[in-house]
């Protein structure tokens, strides 16, 4: 059976516990995604047209970089990638994150944290920017999770 993998990125913490708590249930290791500039309160504020996060999600092409080295993901099977909702979709961050990787016969399964939004327009827009990609269905983790959110997810 082929290791598994929770990559994340977590600007506030909401999605770091969820990817540890779901790393602990699927026995998978943890690979957070971090930006080589924090974002603070102020990148985060969805209201102002300046913020850091609202330029980065109007311009398709923004890459943030990521600080941290990507492990070596050739003994890795099935990846998880979670992420906060940002604009209905995934942060930029994560195009860097899959742009920089080989995961060509990987199973990649998005999940998400959100305050208000779902994942399903994340998983469209995953699939639709990489779509030679395995990608399998995403689901909203928000909150604890327990064992039965992994039943027929992967």
């Known amino acids: ?7 994340y990125f977590s600007a506030s913490g909401v999605t770091s516990r969820v990817a540890k708590d779901l790393a602990n249930l699927t026995g998978a290791d943890v690979y957070e995604i971090k930006p080589v500039k924090k974002y603070s309160r102020g990148d985060l504020d969805w209201t102002s047209k300046l913020s850091r996060s609202s330029i980065e999600m109007q311009n398709l092409n923004s890459r943030p970089e990521i600080e941290n080295d990507i492990p070596d993901l050739s003994n890795y099977g099935i990846i998880f990638i979670g992420f906060p909702v940002w604009w209905y979709t995934a ?9 920089k990787c080989d995961l060509s016969g990987k199973i990649l399964i998005p999940f998400a944290t959100s305050g208000g939004s779902g994942v399903e327009k994340c998983a469209v827009d995953l699939k639709k920017s990489y779509p030679d990609l395995n990608w399998k269905p995403g689901k909203l983790l928000n909150g604890e999770i327990s064992e039965d959110i992994l039943k027929g997810w992967y």
Do not use: C
Request: glycine residues 0%.
């Open 1 to 7: 059976m082929s290791k598994i993998l929770v990559t």
């Open 91 to 99: 942060p930029r961050i994560i195009n860097t994150f899959i742009e």
